[in-house]
């Protein structure tokens, strides 16, 4: 299957859905493209019909609005498609449940949301530890606890929205562990402050534990994970102001889950892929494409919104989205004088963004995090590597992710670096104090995601392959 539009939209999360629906409102033809089987992203997902009907909480209502309005835009939604590769110009190939799709256009918008950073704490690959934004995907689209008594360990404001949901679910939280100390989030109320209710939102997840009498560490970490077939306990102990382990004033904790998680990166394969500009800013997560007023990339026609343009949160994404789309129409010179409209849309997401980038950067580990990852800990779970591993071949001269890659396997798994890539970065950073610039990003390459083999090359028979002739000797 294929087709022709004037925008692609990679993304049915809160900015790519916005982005078709106001490039619809400006009469482009819009077709929208995303892996989950509806519209919503991760934090709007489509829960199941009964949860909708027994529990039909604020985020579900707005994923159900959005559901509706994407549907009403006239935008063609291609849900359960995996876009595994692209070619410039673009092309946006896929893989769905009828086979393999392309679809064509002079424009598109990148929306594909953001990913987990993980820092291998020794006993993450046990069963019952969960990431931090994976927990949010169990209980708010499926209603189940990650565990009966659960630790939720890692930074960022996602420790406070799981271990709230935790509680209001009927779990028990052990333990709230969080590197940062209090200091920081304090260091952050000038920024919380330009969107109040997002703070409040926060204040009543803080107050509810509190109620629970949730045990809150701050700036501790878990220094290691125990069990035999799964999650049996939890030690912690104090971290520094750089999040490196101090002293002996540990505690075991019982637990039979963790939730853990180092907030989130942006995702940018895409954008690698097609050969953007990118720049390295922590306070938003880490590498975002570099991009102009309208959001438009390095490369002409590709723009980007919402987390992968940077980390600035659910509120910030749907405005982004709105802002790339009016990009595009004034690049087809189509929908009139957008300027009034890009002003205003452009002063709300900067106050969203505001508060979005203030909570990425609680999030995001300094240097001295590689300390809390022992040298038995696997980095890299997809080649089994560990970070003993890694540091001989740091010893050994590797300085950039490319150099890992290339002598360890480090992200040449299915995750394509996207669990182990930050990770082992730290460690290079740690090791060679070289900055974090200079160490690269992991390569993007076809497949983006693991497609069947038979989806790329169709049917054939082996018989009938042409056999090129011997060359001359
Ligand atoms: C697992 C997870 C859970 C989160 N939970 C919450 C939460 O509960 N509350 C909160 O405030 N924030 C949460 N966040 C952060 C939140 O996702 C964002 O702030 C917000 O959803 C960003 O919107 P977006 O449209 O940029 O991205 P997303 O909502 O992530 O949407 C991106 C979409 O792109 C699609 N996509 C990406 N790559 C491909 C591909 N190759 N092929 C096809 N489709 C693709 C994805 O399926 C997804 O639907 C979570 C983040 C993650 C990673």
């Known amino acids: 299957m294929s087709g022709a539009y004037d925008l692609i939209v990679l993304g049915a999360g809160p900015a790519g859905a916005a982005a078709a629906i106001k490039a619809r409102s400006l009469g482009l033809s819009v077709a929208v493209i995303d892996e989950a089987p509806s519209a919503g992203g991760q934090v709007y997902r489509a829960p199941s019909p009964a949860l909708m009907a027994t529990q039909p909480d ?3 209502r707005k994923g159900e609005e959005l559901r509706a309005k994407l549907a009403a835009s006239g935008a063609v939604l291609h849900a359960n498609h995996r876009v595994w590769s692209l070619t410039p110009g673009f092309s946006v190939i896929a893989i769905g449940p ?4 392309t679809l064509k256009g002079p424009n598109l918008i990148v929306a594909a949301g953001a990913v987990e950073r993980h820092i291998p704490i020794s006993g993450w690959t046990l069963p019952g530890v969960i990431g931090l934004a994976g927990a949010t995907i169990l209980l708010k689209a499926h209603d189940v606890l990650p565990g009966r008594r659960v630790v939720v ?3 960022g404001p996602l420790l406070l929205l799981v271990a709230s949901k935790i509680v209001a679910a009927g779990g028990e939280v052990a333990a709230l562990v969080d590197a940062a100390p209090r200091s920081a989030w304090l260091a952050r109320l000038g920024s919380m402050l330009a969107r109040p209710d997002l703070m409040a939102r926060g204040a009543g997840w803080l107050l509810a534990l509190l109620k629970a009498r949730v045990p809150i560490h701050s700036g501790a970490a878990i220094r290691a994970i125990h069990g035999a077939d799964g999650v049996e306990s939890v030690t912690i102990g104090p971290v520094d102001g750089d999040w490196r382990p101090v002293g ?5 904790i019982t637990a039979d889950a963790v939730c853990l998680g180092f907030g989130l990166l942006p995702s940018t394969e895409v954008t690698r892929l097609l050969g953007a500009e990118h720049r390295h800013e922590p306070e938003l997560g880490g590498w975002v494409p570099a991009v102009d007023a309208s959001l438009q990339t390095s490369v002409p026609g590709l723009f980007v919104a919402g987390d992968g343009a940077g980390v600035r949160g659910a509120d910030a994404a749907p405005l982004s989205g709105e802002l790339a789309a009016l990009g595009v129409a004034s690049r087809l010179g189509r929908g009139g004088d957008l300027a009034s409209q890009v002003a205003r849309i452009d002063s709300a997401w900067r106050k969203s963004a505001r508060f979005g980038a203030a909570m ?12 809390m990852i022992e040298a038995g800990a696997t980095v890299c779970r997809c080649e089994g590597l560990t970070r003993a591993t890694l540091d001989a071949a740091i010893a050994a001269g590797a300085r950039t992710l490319a150099d890992l890659k290339a002598t360890t396997r480090c992200g040449m798994g299915l995750c394509g670096g996207r669990v182990c890539g930050e990770a082992a970065a730290m460690l290079i950073a740690a090791a060679t104090g070289s900055d974090r610039v200079a160490i690269g990003q992991p390569s ?6 693991p497609v069947p083999l038979a989806a790329i090359t169709g049917a054939f028979d082996y018989d009938e392959l042409p056999i090129p002739a011997p060359a001359p000797l």
């Open 58 to 60: 604020s985020d579900r």
């Open 98 to 101: 009828d086979g393999p799709m």
């Open 153 to 155: 360990a890692g930074s």
């Open 248 to 252: 002996d004033a540990e505690r075991t």
């Open 360 to 371: 990425s950067a609680l999030a995001m580990p300094p240097p001295g995090a590689a300390a």
């Open 444 to 449: 993007a390459r076809p497949p983006l995601r």
